[in-house]
């Protein structure tokens, strides 16, 4: 329905029937292709009455709104008022009786898009990463320049209401101070930030940033803008100040692939919800909690989101973060934990020594995990050793003392700065074992992939000879592969997707002149197919081959002849990825040749390995956050063990839960540990036995017209059923 209510109001040409070939390529653009508009008509019940009217018209009673809390109190109220608006419309003569009974019931249902992340009940709204990816890479644009020059720069940030952009933006980029209107500083925070640039500044920093939320105020209500900010900057301070303000260029751009994995999965969950709507169940809302898709009450989490505001009109401002959600309110201690390093005379001292090391394949967010557990660790009062380049430099002595000076800067640089190998540690027991002695180490956390995971699960299987590892340990999973088991997301993975994403924009953008062209991509993952599958699904392309799920010739043929069927029609390009252990036979070669000699005359093919380029780069905002906010956590776990392991002068830990793994498992960050996780490992393969998005398999395969069927929803009120037969054509459009 191009423009929203307007054009529900305005009817006529604004309400279109849409094909699949109608939204077909307009996955990766930015803003909405259908249009939107704030409607004044619609808040009149004539308005409404109008637009009931154009809706019985074509028969629709079924609507789905994508907005903010007023677009869905305003279906709300649509909804409630549906029976009495037909009945006024029949009065007038302009339906039938028939009519009025025929569509008695208007079924609503809301996904919530907005760049400001202010809506009660959902984790991410849609729009929210993709708007962080604006702001960071203005933030890193800023950090290169400041190399050259000593800056301050004052980042305005949209959040009128909502201090979610800045508040995350700050602990992705590791700023100096923010603003935000929920927490509003303390009295006398002019001279605290004063102080805390200037110590900057002599501990030779080169560049100070803060972010300003748009609507930040102080605790009498006051605004704080970013201009305020700049001059007393200058006036006390005198630095060379500049103001960025971000303003509508945090709208715009093309989506993330988070973005548009999200929205994919809420779509669906929407239409299930719809499908499975009575007279009597209430307006829902598809919300994001954890890792899963959950129907709320509609109107419950509107009136949520107004206690929220009117919390902060009365100055309850602790109230309305804990309104805000859990995810703002973890968001927002992380960022408490992080920013100002307390006095050394003021820090509790523990006497405990804390190593860090990197293990496996570099991942970008490794170096924010290291800089958070850093800062944590000193907060905490122990003291923090590097070990440069894993096991390996474990053994041979690499390690030093790490200071919160230190890791400054660290959150938007990619791969590893401690250096990481794949190496075990299995043959360098005894050596690593002199090191943990030498310099005392008490505990150990570990930032890396699945070589990570034996490592730990080695460790511990050495302490029966080796008392030095009877110490807490803990793993934080980072790997592009996201093959640990016992987490659902893995640091890392989330950069790797987006530039998997951005290259198939790139490749089908280089297509639109060519013709009847499939590209054959082939993406990182030993045997763990996440990166082409969910790429697939960001991306739009017709297939994923995946080790998890065994493909036949039959399917590739299937598959051969669904695009040669599709260059028949207005989308004359085809994308196929293919993960890079899925099958030893059919290679990317292979299949790259097959699909050749099949569509001689009908398309030809490319084929693209996008190799390492995969894990480098700047690291997504998801990818700093989750790295800085896991990583905080387990330093947590870790001060909390080696309290609870000390007796008589010495730390001693050697059960099953003093080495554990913290993972994202569906909506909670859980400890767990590694022995127990042991049976669900597939180790010859790398992967977890089970892996949850597997279940958005079908979801792909559906988007690329794929004839499957979807009878699950998300939220796990039905389970998937599979195939109607078990080779039917993958096939599609992007």
């Known amino acids: 329905m191009p423009k929203g209510y307007q054009g529900m109001v305005d009817g006529g040409d604004n309400i279109v029937e849409v094909s699949w070939e109608s939204v077909s390529s307009i996955l990766q653009v930015g803003g909405t292709v259908i249009g939107s508009a704030r409607c004044k008509a619609f808040r009149t019940r004539e308005g409404r009455l109008q637009a009931a009217y154009n809706l019985v018209q074509r028969g629709i009673t079924n609507l789905c709104v994508i907005g903010g809390d007023g677009s869905l109190t305003g279906a709300n109220l649509f909804r409630e008022e549906w029976s009495g608006l037909l009945e006024e419309l029949a009065q007038k003569g302009k339906i039938d009786e028939e009519a009025v009974k025929k569509y008695a019931y208007l079924n609503i249902v809301g996904m919530v898009g907005s760049i ?176 899963q898709a959950v129907r709320l009450p509609l109107m419950e989490c509107v009136q949520m989101t107004q206690e929220v505001q009117k919390a902060m009109d009365e100055g309850r401002f602790v109230e309305a973060v804990r309104l805000r959600g859990r995810s703002f309110e973890n968001n927002l201690n992380t960022y408490k934990l992080l920013s100002h390093k307390r006095p050394d005379a003021e820090l509790p001292k523990t006497n405990f020594n804390v190593a860090i090391l990197n293990v496996g394949a570099p991942a970008a967010g490794m170096n924010a995990a290291v800089r958070a557990a850093v800062r944590v660790g000193i907060t905490e009062g122990h003291k923090m050793f590097a070990v440069i380049d894993g096991f390996e430099g474990f053994a041979r002595g690499k390690i030093k003392e790490i200071s919160w000076g230190d890791v400054g800067g660290w959150t938007g640089q990619g791969g590893s700065i401690l250096g990481t190998k794949r190496t075990l540690p299995a043959k360098y027991l005894e050596k690593i074992a002199d090191q943990m002695r030498t310099n005392n180490i008490n505990a150990l956390m570990v930032i890396g992939g699945f070589e990570a995971y034996l490592g730990l699960l080695e460790l511990s299987a050495a302490r029966e000879k080796y008392d030095e590892f009877c110490v807490p340990m803990v793993m934080v999973p980072a790997t592009v592969s996201n093959n640990v088991p016992g987490s659902d997301f893995s640091i890392g993975a989330d950069t790797a997707l987006n530039t998997i994403t951005d290259t198939c924009d790139r490749i089908k953008q280089s297509a639109s002149g060519t013709k009847r062209r499939v590209f054959i991509i082939e993406t990182m993952g030993g045997y763990c197919g996440y990166l082409a599958n969910m790429g697939a699904l960001a991306a739009g392309a017709d297939a994923a081959y995946i080790f998890e799920e065994q493909f036949d010739i039959r399917e590739l043929q299937a598959n051969v002849e669904h695009l040669t069927e599709k260059m028949k029609t207005s989308i004359q390009r085809g994308l196929v990825l293919r993960n890079e252990n899925s099958n030893e036979n059919y290679t990317t070669d292979f299949i790259y040749q097959l699909y050749s000699e099949e569509g001689k005359g009908v398309f030809d093919c490319r084929k693209n390995v996008l190799g390492h380029m995969q894990q480098g780069g700047a690291p997504s905002p998801f990818d700093r956050n989750f790295g800085t906010k896991i990583s905080a956590k387990a330093m947590q776990w870790i001060s909390k063990k080696l309290k609870e392991t000390y007796r008589k002068g010495k730390v001693f830990a050697n059960t099953d839960d003093s080495v554990c793994l913290l993972g994202m498992r569906r909506r909670n960050l859980v400890f767990q540990p590694v022995a127990e996780l042991k049976n669900e490992t597939d180790f010859v393969h790398r992967i977890p036995k089970e892996q949850w998005w597997l279940k958005l398999r079908p979801l792909m395969k559906i988007l690329a017209k794929y004839k499957t069927s979807y009878d699950v929803s998300d939220s796990g009120q039905l389970e998937h059923v599979a195939m109607h037969s078990p080779k039917e054509a993958e096939t599609g459009a992007i």
């Open 116 to 291: 400001d992340n202010d809506f009660c009940g959902t984790d991410m709204t849609i729009g929210t990463d993709s708007a962080l990816h604006r702001i960071i890479e203005v933030v890193d644009a800023i950090m290169t320049t400041a190399q050259s020059h000593q800056r301050t720069f004052v980042l305005e940030v949209m959040g009128r209401h909502c201090g979610y952009l800045a508040l995350v933006s700050a602990l992705a980029c590791g700023a100096d101070w923010v603003f935000i209107p929920e927490y509003p500083p303390e009295e006398g925070w002019e001279d605290s930030m004063c102080v805390k640039l200037s110590e900057n500044r002599a501990r030779k920093k080169r560049l100070n940033i803060i972010i300003v939320a748009e609507g930040a105020i102080d605790c009498h209500n006051k605004p704080i803008t970013s201009e305020k900010v700049k001059d007393l900057v200058v006036q006390r301070l005198g630095f060379d100040t500049r103001v960025t303000i971000l303003g509508h260029v945090q709208r715009g751009g093309t989506p993330s692939a988070f973005d548009r994995i999200l929205a994919s999965r809420m779509g669906v969950e929407a239409v299930l919800a719809l499908l499975e709507a009575t007279p009597d169940t209430p307006a829902c809302v598809v919300s994001l909690s954890g890792n």
